[in-house]
């Protein structure tokens, strides 16, 4: 089946966001869905491109109003992909890239069957431990909460169809445009390796 909507999901701290970022370069014809959060925004981020920074109370509003296709809550904030982000692109007939945590990448791809699932490798636990402690957004003991996280995150990999290990990141995002296009084409599908 053709899919026309996919999630790269991964560990906290794996770089998701900075794949997203080079894979909106390389993949013109994807739209990328912008999640709402109630976090603050980091430095260099943007409302309505990185995500839809949100209080609290509108948070509230929108789950009320049935607005979300999934939410969830992680690191002591909520995240959640509201329907039009996916709903009106589709429509529209382009195709949907979402990046979520993995519990959001489950709920997609229960409401749709068809979506392919990547899941984004750091190249090993240490660099995943480096990347979270190099960022400075997070203190120490969030940090091991972080990496506690991490290894059930790790756990849950053998669910996704499609894994990619972040060791570089222009290779992994065209590793992940090879697979889109896979997924997209027509031909058979993907077996792209780790790595």
Do not use: C
């Amino acid at each position: 089946m053709t899919a026309r909507l996919a999630v790269l999901s991964g560990p906290g701290g794996v770089g998701k966001g900075t794949v997203i970022a080079r894979l909106r370069e390389v993949l013109p014809d994807w739209q990328v869905s912008v999640s709402a959060t109630t976090r603050a925004p980091r430095p260099g981020e943007r409302n309505g491109v990185e995500y839809w920074f949100v209080t609290d109370e509108r948070f509230d509003q929108m789950i009320a109003d049935g607005a979300f296709l999934e939410w969830a809550a992680f690191g002591g904030h909520r995240y959640g992909t509201p329907w039009n982000s996916v709903r009106q692109p589709l429509d529209e007939g382009r195709m949907v890239l979402l990046e979520l945590e993995i519990q959001g990448a489950f709920a997609v791809k229960k409401e749709f069957p068809e979506a392919a699932l990547i899941f984004l490798h750091p190249p090993d636990l240490e660099a995943l431990r480096e990347r979270l402690r190099g960022r400075g957004t997070d203190d120490q003991a969030r940090v091991r909460e972080r990496l506690a996280l991490a290894e059930w995150e790790l756990a849950q990999a053998p669910a996704f169809e499609h894994h990619v290990t972040n060791d570089d990141v222009h290779a992994a995002a065209e590793r992940i445009a090879a697979i889109l296009g896979d997924v997209h084409g027509p031909g058979r599908p993907n077996t792209a390796p780790v790595g």
